[in-house]
């Protein structure tokens, strides 16, 4: 049996739980054979607290989980994967759900039932109205009764209710590196809300492992294209939450492009507004505590290689003028944009120390 003693919790019990040694967190991944899936699988191999117990896959059910993905090695290669309907271990906790938006509702209601803790990676429960999910995935939702209690997991301004949770929303990848600048410049009141200009760029892991004809390397590869106009499902998360934590409505312009690398995600805000020239120093304070969140000194601007394989968000920004500004984000889409978040989330939901297992260094050159 593996002991562990925890390593941080931020109540008054804190030193009592210190010196008492607990077991190793049981956790399933549900999608496991996705690309976020793969990357859970990786980041929970080497936490200190949390240890696969239990993997599912879809149409790769039955397998073994070593055959189905190339970068898996040792015991968790032996596992086989089970499907996502079939009953959870009573020993596991907490539950990834890495599937496809509009299948991981009801995994996820089901994993509840059962009595565990949930990160859901999808879309599911990002929205707070079923008029507003049903108008951005064009569906209408299994179990609207747990939007209410579903935490958006923006950790950086969500982390009392994540650490409460028993149900986490995690954000989307184009949200993350959207609203974690443009947060405290909407609460400093600073910016013209009227059209906020959102130019993202992903590598191609973010749209998942699957095959589909516009994904074959002579589609993507020597090639940059845009997509999902004239309105991605991403735009109307941004506007929720821009509304949730930064306390004003905005209306965004969001153009995402699908680029022939493997990860990574650099978003291009063009922003008018007041003061310009103070939201370099804005940003620098609100995030100067943040281990994963870094702006950049004034002058320079981030790339995806500086973050790729970390947890970061690298945040640079540029004043154009009193009145015009750009800043520019960027964040691995499989780790701050998905699976890094969601352990970063899980973390504080089991009250462990927020960084454990998550890499503040990219994997560079
Ligand atoms: N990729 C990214 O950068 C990000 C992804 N997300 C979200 O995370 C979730 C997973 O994404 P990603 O890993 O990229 O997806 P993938 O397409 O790479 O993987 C999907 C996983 O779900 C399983 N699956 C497919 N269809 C079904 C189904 N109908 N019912 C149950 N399981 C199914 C697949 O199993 P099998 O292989 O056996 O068919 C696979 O394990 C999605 O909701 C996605 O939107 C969020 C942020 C970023
Ligand atoms: C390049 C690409 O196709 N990206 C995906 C977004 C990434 C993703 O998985 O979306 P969620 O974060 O909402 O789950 C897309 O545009 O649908």
Redesign the pocket.
């Known amino acids: 049996m593996n002991l562990n003693v925890i390593m941080t919790k931020s109540f008054d019990e804190t030193d009592a739980l210190r010196s008492m040694p607990v077991m190793n967190i049981a956790v399933a991944i ?10 859970l699988i990786r980041l929970i191999e080497s936490h200190p607290h949390f240890e696969v117990k239990h993997l ?6 039955g397998k073994l989980a070593g055959d ?1 993905l190339p970068g898996c090695a040792g015991k968790v290669a032996a596992m086989r ?1 089970a ?3 079939d009953a959870l271990p009573e020993n596991v906790e907490l539950v990834f ?8 509702a009801t ?1 996820v209601f089901a994993a509840l039932e059962a009595g565990k803790k949930v990160v859901d ?4 429960f990002r929205h707070k109205s079923h008029d507003i999910y049903q108008a951005a995935y064009g569906a209408s939702h299994p179990h609207p009764e747990l939007f209410e209690e579903a935490v958006y997991g923006l950790t950086e301004f969500a982390r009392a209710d994540v650490a409460k949770a028993r149900l986490i929303a ?4 184009y949200p ?1 590196s959207t609203l974690l600048p443009l947060v405290p410049l909407l609460n400093a009141e600073l910016i013209d809300t009227s059209t906020i200009i959102v130019d993202s760029k ?2 191609t ?6 095959a589909k004809t516009d994904l074959l390397y002579c589609e993507i590869n020597e090639s940059v294209k845009a997509y999902g106009l004239p309105r991605h499902r991403h735009a109307w998360e941004m506007e929720e939450w821009a509304l949730g934590f930064g306390h004003q409505s905005i209306t965004v312009r969001f153009v995402p492009h699908i680029l022939p690398m493997n ?1 990574g ?1 650099l978003t291009t805000l063009h922003l008018n507004g007041a003061s310009t020239h103070s939201w370099h120093e804005i940003l620098t304070d609100q995030f100067a505590d943040e281990p994963f969140v870094k702006v950049l000194p004034e002058g320079r601007l981030p790339s995806t290689a500086g973050i790729s394989g970390s947890n970061r968000c690298d945040i640079g920004v540029a004043a154009l003028s009193d009145s015009e500004a750009v800043i520019v984000s960027c964040i691995d ?2 780790l701050k ?2 699976a890094g978040q969601a352990l970063q989330n899980a973390n504080l939901m089991f009250g462990f120390d927020e960084t454990a297992g998550l890499a503040t260094h990219a994997l560079w050159p």
């Open positions: 549900l999608g496991a054979t996705g690309y976020t899936g793969a990357e599912a896959a879809h149409s790769q059910a189905v994967l499907t996502a309907d759900t890495a599937l496809p938006h509009g299948a991981a995994s990676l999808s879309a599911d995690n954000p989307g990848c993350t992903s590598g892991s973010g749209a998942g492992r699957s990860r995600m889409n499989l944009g998905a």
